[in-house]
């Protein structure tokens, strides 16, 4: 049974599957996808660098 729950800003489905971790650089993410080790901005960062690196 999903039931939302209104957390951070936004509506989550179920807090329970929601992992909040600390990035190296210091900002708490949450963890969105598998295997993710990084918040939102060190992705993006990193996938600029991946990006610049590859071409
Ligand atoms: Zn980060």
Same mark, same amino acid.
Request: charged content about 30%.
């Given at each position: 049974?999903? =039931?939302?729950?209104? =957390?951070? !800003? =936004?509506? @989550?489905?179920?807090?329970? &599957?929601? @992992? ?5 650089? !210091?900002?708490?993410?949450? =963890?969105?996808? &598998? ?7 060190? @992705? ?9 690196? &590859?071409?």
């Amino acid at each position: 049974m999903a =039931k939302s729950f209104f =957390k951070d !800003g =936004k509506w @989550v489905d179920d807090p329970r &599957a929601t @992992v909040v971790s600390l990035c190296r650089c !210091g900002n708490k993410y949450i =963890k969105t996808r &598998a295997g993710q080790a990084r918040c939102l901005r060190c @992705v993006a960062a990193a996938a600029r660098e991946a990006r610049h690196t &590859a071409s």
